[in-house]
């Protein structure tokens, strides 16, 4: 099913005069001097830190299964990182899983940008409007594509292509890939593999 995609709305919280907004660089420093601790469950969106949702075990055991398949996929010169930061505009997210172009010494003094990335994947169960919505908007802005939501409660794929940055970004296209359905799996314009959606969603008996 292919539909036209909605522009992402803004939370009415983070657009208060009264918030301050942080750089991506004052955010690093935050990390690097100890402000901000591993274990702090935040992440800098659109120059806000956001604090991410736990994790539940339906939703850890899809990014297993998702990164378990796709790993058997990649070509050698890609590389897979699961839930680590990626640095856009004023945004440092972390998407819970994201192919990038290698190799991993690329990745020891600096986080991937959207120039190094083939594909972002969020994993939503809860967190499904905040995905379409606050992240759409920030990858959108950065003309990361594809972009696919694993929507584990309605069961498909949704994929997001044609981003358009400027005062309104988002994406234009959007087409939802069933259970019953394959989608292609395509690095540098060339088609690698068509995966079954079924192998990236978690079992019915498990749901």
């Known amino acids: 099913m292919t ?14 005069s009264s ?14 001097s100890g402000v901000l601790k591993a274990d702090d469950r935040v992440e800098l969106v659109a120059g806000y830190l956001v604090e991410k ?4 075990p339906l939703h850890d055991g899809t990014v297993g299964r998702i990164n378990r398949r796709l790993m058997r996929l990649l070509p050698e010169e890609w590389l897979l990182r699961v839930q680590s930061a ?24 600096r986080h991937p940008g959207a120039q ?14 905040d995905d379409r919505r606050e992240k759409g908007l920030i990858y959108a802005r950065a003309r990361i594509a594809p972009y696919w939501i694993v929507n584990v409660n309605e069961r498909c794929i949704e ?7 400027g005062r309104s970004p988002r994406y234009r296209h959007q087409q939802d890939y069933t ?20 192998d990236l969603l978690p079992t019915p008996a498990l749901k």
């Not at 918030?19 to 690097?32: K, P």
């Open 3 to 16: 539909t036209t995609v909605v522009p992402p709305k803004r939370v009415n919280t983070r657009t208060s």
């Open 19 to 32: 918030m301050y907004r942080f750089t991506v660089d004052q955010y690093q420093r935050m990390i690097e």
């Open 53 to 56: 949702v736990p994790h539940n």
């Open 86 to 109: 990626i640095v856009v505009r004023d945004s440092q997210p972390e998407p819970d899983l994201a192919i990038v172009r290698g190799p991993e010494e690329t990745y020891f003094t």
């Open 116 to 129: 190094d990335i083939a594909l972002l994947i969020e994993v939503a169960d809860s967190s499904l409007l």
């Open 159 to 165: 994929a997001y292509s044609q981003p358009i940055a």
């Open 179 to 198: 259970d019953k359905q394959s989608i292609a799996f395509i690095f540098d314009g060339k088609e690698v593999a068509h995966v079954p959606v079924r």
